[in-house]
């Protein structure tokens, strides 16, 4: 089953424009990261946020974190055409064991040139 | 791009087969997990491998089964083919030693079943 939800579903802005994207998902987290994909292929991992931080930046990239809210924001600034992708959020759940990612349903982003 | 590498990149199999997918991992990664992604949807955890161990598993069905060999490479085993196996399968490797930290993702195997 899918943790989380993206929102919005796909977003089309134009090249320079900033584009942000949202993330709620249900349980309590040990960290949540981003992952980008283009055209059906493999995942890129692009940031990770721990359960006690509140913002992270990479580059060009912003994302918090509000574990109240259980909800996290990527900001892309500046975009650009090879931004062109989706984007997946994914959790890790709090305590023990062995669990994998658990992904969202994806934001898919268009950047128009 | 990262040093993880999934083979074949695209199989067509037919209803009842069998299927092997292949994945070798990262250098250094001990962790190999596997992902089954259908079209428009996110990634859902098949399972992990942990020093050639199971150690995680997702709501798949026994038939989805996997190996994992002393050098860290990886199988996943698809019995009794179903047309909704159809899908992106991924492999994603990590450092078993850094506990709950980002993943490689290979290309992925696209999965046909007709």
């Known amino acids: 089953s899918q943790q989380g939800e993206e929102d919005p579903q796909a977003l089309s802005i134009q090249e320079g424009e900033n584009a942000t994207m949202n993330c709620s998902y249900k349980t309590s987290i040990n960290n949540l990261q981003w992952y980008r994909q283009n055209s059906g292929r493999g995942l890129v991992h692009l940031i990770l946020?721990?359960?006690?931080?509140r913002e992270k930046h990479s580059g060009r990239l912003r994302v918090t974190l509000d574990t109240s809210k259980k909800s996290s924001s990527l900001l892309i600034t500046a975009s650009r055409a090879a931004d062109t992708a989706s984007y997946f959020c994914?959790?890790?759940?709090?305590?023990?064991?062995?669990?994998?990612?658990?992904f969202g349903k994806g934001t898919h982003l268009i950047i128009q040139p | 791009e990262t040093g993880v590498t999934q083979s074949p990149t695209h199989l067509i199999k037919t209803r009842g087969q069998q299927v092997t997918l292949r994945c070798s991992s990262q250098?250094?990664?001990?962790?190999v997990s596997w992902y089954q992604q259908a079209l428009g949807q996110g990634p859902q955890f098949i399972f992990q491998?942990?020093?050639?161990?199971?150690?995680g598993r997702g709501n798949f069905p026994p038939r989805f089964s996997g190996l994992q060999f002393p050098n860290y490479s990886s199988e996943l085993n698809v019995n009794a083919l179903e047309l909704d196996d159809s899908a992106l399968y991924l492999c994603?490797?990590?450092?078993?030693?850094?506990?709950?930290?980002?993943?490689?993702f290979g290309q992925g195997t696209r999965l046909t079943v007709v």
């Open positions: 994914a959790t890790f759940p709090s305590g023990g064991g062995a669990d994998g990612l658990t």
């Open positions: 946020i721990r359960s006690n931080e």
């Open positions: 250098s250094g990664h001990n962790t």
């Open positions: 994603a490797s990590s450092d078993g030693g850094r506990w709950r930290t980002e993943a490689f």
């Open positions: 491998y942990y020093r050639e161990e199971e150690n």
